[in-house]
């Protein structure tokens, strides 16, 4: 870690210091970084990357991140992943690791909700046009399904919402920003071992970052101490996860344990043979992973973020009307991330019984 701290230290305080022109005035120096990419970011700095692995390293932060590669993603974003040094101690991603997990699963805070709203969730309708009519809207769904709304929020991903017929008077920009704000490629693939031979004296304890085809792994299970098997999730993001869709979760898994075993002897034999894959990009609900901005993409649509601020000038809310927009894909804070999902869902009920409260 001493090394990595070295070598990192001058590019992270270039990027500490451009951060905080973006503290000091976000519409002034947004624009700037906004126009840029990573990779023209980093190529602008190369003086500041000693070694090709800290660039390497900085690249892979994007491709977790975002699900991109670093010429894919506005410069913005990696100054919002923030790699910090303080002495010898680094922090690859300083402003976005998860402080709580939820136990049994995050699944659990959905199913909660469900229970709650017995009977008024409908499944298997898939909408497939939203039309204005009179003070509401009509909703068709695949099933043949039609509802009329006084009010409707819709909380779908980008890449399906620009698949619906939206016959409703939407903003230019609104508009745009559905059709061309993507989701990444990320992947995570889950693979077992007995006993965890990652903690030996040459693996690592929490995490490991690498070009091994794959950007990162990490100790699936280091919070249950007591246990003696274990498993790992090996992340990947970009192009590693577009290249390896079709590629089988047992395929991918055995060439990863093999990659593996060069740095960490033993890992071959540890393998448990068992492995399981996400597949967010062929999901046909989902087409991919997180929100991520292109070059030019954030300061275009900063008006159609949700902000929260106790002045309120600075607020802003999504909605044309009576049709509210929700997800993490609208959260000026939180994009990326189930806060954001969280936030902006409260935000929208809030839009929604604000228009009750002054219609009625």
């Not at 090394?3 to 990192?8: P, S």
């Not at 809207?137 to 939206?166: C, E, G, H, K």
Request: charged share 20%; no cysteine; net charge neutral.
């Amino acid at each position: 870690m001493e090394e990595i701290a070295k070598k990192l230290r001058p590019l992270a305080a270039q990027i500490s210091i451009d951060a905080n022109l973006l503290d000091e005035n976000f519409e002034q120096f947004a624009p700037t970084f906004d126009s840029i990419s990573v990779s023209n970011y980093l190529d602008r700095h190369a003086d500041k990357i000693p070694e090709p692995f800290i660039r390497v390293l900085i690249e892979n932060t994007i491709r977790t991140e975002y699900g991109v590669e670093p010429q894919e993603s506005s410069a913005l974003q990696l100054l919002f992943n923030l790699p910090t040094v303080k002495g010898n101690t680094v922090e690859i991603l300083g402003s976005s690791d998860e402080t709580f997990a939820v136990e049994g699963g995050s699944s659990r805070i959905t199913d909660s909700l469900a229970k709650a709203l017995t009977g008024q969730i409908y499944t298997r309708m898939r909408l497939t046009s939203i039309m204005s009519w009179r003070n509401g809207f009509y909703l068709n769904f695949s099933n043949y399904y039609s509802v009329y709304a006084d009010y409707v929020i819709i909380a779908i991903p980008l890449t399906i919402l620009r698949t619906i017929n939206i016959q409703v008077n939407l903003p230019q920009n609104l508009r745009q920003f559905i059709n061309e704000v993507d989701l990444g490629s990320n992947e995570k693939l889950y693979a077992g071992f007995s006993p965890k031979v990652w903690q030996r004296e040459n693996g690592f304890v929490q995490e490991a970052w690498t070009d091994l085809g794959f950007s990162s792994a990490w100790d699936e299970t280091q919070q249950q101490t007591q246990r003696r098997d274990g498993a790992l999730t090996f992340f990947l993001g970009g192009n590693q996860a577009r290249t390896t869709s079709f590629v089988s979760s047992k395929l991918q898994g055995k060439k990863f344990v093999h990659r593996l075993e060069k740095f960490i002897p033993g890992t071959k034999d540890a393998a448990t043979g068992r492995f399981f894959k996400t597949q967010w990009t062929l999901d046909p609900l989902t087409r991919g992973a997180y929100t991520h901005f292109k070059p030019g993409q954030l300061t275009k649509f900063a008006q159609l973020f949700y902000i929260e601020s106790d002045n309120p000038q600075e607020r802003q809310n999504v909605h044309v009307g009576n049709l509210v927009f929700a997800g993490e894909h609208f959260s000026g804070d939180f994009y990326g991330y189930m806060n954001g999902a969280a936030q902006t869902g409260r935000l929208a009920a809030q839009v929604v019984a604000s228009r009750v409260r002054s219609q009625s």
